[in-house]
């Protein structure tokens, strides 16, 4: 399988930071986006970065800036839908979505994606933890999938795009209903998908930097 494009998802509206772009908040004398795109440049052919707004703001990047095509803020899948639109521009096949705000993802993350989706039809697969005990009740067969952190066919963009347009938000609820699967990455000592939403986060982020 040929290296994917990457789309690095920062579409949201941060309401649990107090709104702006937790993309550019600073981590260790770097942004955020920066840490994102280091790890990210690796592992796949080309990036792009899903955000709305003014794209000005991230021109220190060098990142093309796609925006949601769906309107009023639907959630992680319309940013997966223009990584998927640009794809298809670009005659890529595949798209891995990783977000803004995750600085300590796998540095295997595509590797690993890309062989789990060996025998897919289309290649669908999310990245997953096991969960603790306490929140495995809540996730399927003890894991905690992590919907961000995706390989996605550019064949299903169109199945995405009427999925979204009637209302669909859900991720699981769109990768299940097409044979999508899961691999599952150590969440230990550092859960690698330890995200920024607060600023007690980021300051937790600060301390494992």
Do not use: C, Y
Request: avoid cysteine.
């Amino acid at each position: 399988m040929s290296a994917p494009l990457g789309v690095i998802l920062a579409g949201g509206q941060a309401t649990r930071m107090g709104g702006g772009d937790k993309a550019l908040l600073m981590l260790g004398g770097q942004t955020l986006l920066a840490r994102v795109t280091a790890r990210l440049a690796p592992q796949v052919a080309d990036m792009a970065l899903n955000a709305n707004g003014d794209p000005a703001r991230f021109a220190g990047h060098d990142l093309p800036v796609l925006p949601d095509t769906i309107p009023g803020f639907p959630g992680p899948l319309a940013g997966v839908l223009a990584g998927l639109d640009w794809a298809a521009d670009q005659g890529a096949e595949t798209v891995v979505s990783v977000a803004a705000d995750t600085p300590f993802f796998p540095d295997d993350l595509v590797a690993r994606l890309q062989e789990a989706a060996q025998g897919q039809a289309h290649p669908l697969v999310l990245a997953a933890t096991e969960g603790a005990a306490e929140t495995r009740s809540r996730a399927r067969s003890g894991l905690i999938r992590h919907p961000t952190f995706g390989l996605w066919p550019v064949a299903l963009r169109e199945d995405l795009r009427a999925a979204l347009h009637e209302g669909l938000r859900k991720v699981v609820l769109w990768t299940e209903a097409h044979g999508g699967r899961e691999v599952v990455f150590p969440s230990g000592p550092v859960d690698p998908f330890f995200n920024v939403n607060t600023p007690e986060d980021l300051a937790r982020a600060e301390a494992l930097a």
